[in-house]
């Protein structure tokens, strides 16, 4: 039926019963197709993302280099590569992910954004010592820039009580575990130097770990979070 009609045949000619089959097929054929173009819509009129944005789409990460009715393409980061550098791959992302899966722009109205590193300190360290440490640490690598851009930072908010509850210097945060205690270093970024402020933080942590002659060796145990 679908081939009758494609080749110029007459829905008339094979009735009702027969139209609707041919529809149906063609439907079938085409819902990606359609699915893509009306994602394509609503990602341009909504502004979900635009070229040069930082995306994951699906679990693929990467810069927007194009954007067609049909796909969007990314210069793809992440994959097996840590710290989010680039692999040198191209993706090719269907539009229609803009209405089945959740779409995070990591630079859509900032450049920059949030991670945490984690400390474990044992229970017999001196953990005020432990948060001097780790704070200083941060401050000396990322709040000289997280305090000259709060101002771009807080243009952004929608609502006023996000001051709040959005961290604009570097802040420490304490947790209990079952042996130690985990300080939880936040700060923010600019999102394509990702991989650089984690590890100057990191080093930084341990060298001023290094320089304390009373500093616990459980003070190193170190982890960074997406």
Request: glycine content about 8%; some cysteine.
């Amino acid at each position: 039926f679908a081939a009758y009609v494609l080749f110029g045949g007459n829905f008339a000619e094979i009735g009702a019963l027969g139209g609707a089959v041919v529809f149906s097929v063609l439907l079938f054929i085409l819902q990606e197709p359609l699915l893509n173009c009306v994602g394509w819509a609503v990602l341009v009129t909504r502004r979900v993302y635009k070229l040069g944005d930082r995306i994951e789409v699906n679990g693929t990460k990467g810069y927007v280099v194009a954007i067609s009715p049909m796909n969007t393409t990314v210069r793809e980061f992440g994959g097996w590569m840590s710290r989010d550098m680039f692999t040198g791959r191209y993706a090719t992302l269907p539009n229609k992910g803009v209405l089945t899966s959740n779409v995070f722009n990591y630079t859509k109205d900032t450049p920059f954004i949030w991670t945490e590193i984690l400390v474990s300190v044992t229970y017999e360290s001196d953990l005020q010592k432990a948060e001097r440490i780790v704070l200083e640490a941060a401050n000396e690598v990322v709040g000289v820039l997280m305090r000259n851009n709060r101002k771009a930072v807080q243009g952004k908010y929608e609502f006023t009580d996000l001051e709040t509850y959005v961290i604009e210097e570097p802040t420490v945060r304490w947790k209990m575990k079952d042996s130690w205690v985990e300080l939880s270093v936040i700060f923010f970024y600019p999102a394509h130097r990702k991989g650089y402020y984690e590890s100057e933080v990191t080093k930084m942590i341990l060298g001023k770990i290094a320089d304390e002659p009373d500093a616990p060796p459980s003070a190193a145990g170190l982890e960074t979070l997406p």
